[in-house]
């Protein structure tokens, strides 16, 4: 499995990163939550294959999972050893080169996006990255039109973004394709922190908010929310 390098002077045991925290965090020791945010996004860095994927995404005005949300989709690939994974949107393919790397080698990363410019940036970054073809199957198409022909219980990740007004089926169908023990990441599940707002009321955030409570009522899934990037939402399917 491939791993990100630690930034130079980066500290190398725990004690030293308490100690150096203000300097490796930049908002001071004092500064509570902002400041574990901001140290677990500087915890791992991209390598190039990584970077300029991101850079693609940003021309294509297609924003990234974060560096530490990508982080966590890798270990949580690699802690399931997964070996069918959908993804519902690609963009620039910065979240499905952290899942393949953190999935198992013979592992499958069926990915849905209906921007076909998306999935040309994606396969490039394939591409760079030296990812078998055999390993990517890329379908550029509404991601409800797909849904219903995947399998059901047959993957061990799903992970979903993807505007509000879609959500809630997106999570519904995940839920049907994960086999026991699978897990789902719906990533952008905070909004930045505006769903955790009870005083934004606005429609984007109350459909994000309502999608989120309702994974946490699911008898079938077993959720956590996780403070990372825009927030990460992961849920065991039972």
Known sequence: MRT???PE???RTIGAA???ASIFIGTGAHDGPRAAWDFSESFLVEDDTLLRARARGAELGSP????ATGALLRTVAAALQARAVVELGTGSAVASLWL???MADDGVLTTIDADAAHLRAAKV???EDGVPAHRTRTIARPAL???PRLTDGAY???VVSGEPAVLGAYVEAAVRLLRPGGMLALTDALLGGRVADPALRDESTSLVRETTLAVRSDERLVPAMVPVGDGVLLAVRR
């Open 4 to 6: 990100c390098e630690r």
């Open 18 to 20: 308490i100690k150096g």
């Open 156 to 158: 061990d990740l799903v």
């Open 100 to 102: 393949l790397r953190g």
């Open 145 to 147: 039109d797909v849904l």
């Open 9 to 11: 002077g980066f500290p």
């Open 125 to 127: 970054a394939f591409a």
């Open 64 to 67: 990234a999972v974060s560096v």
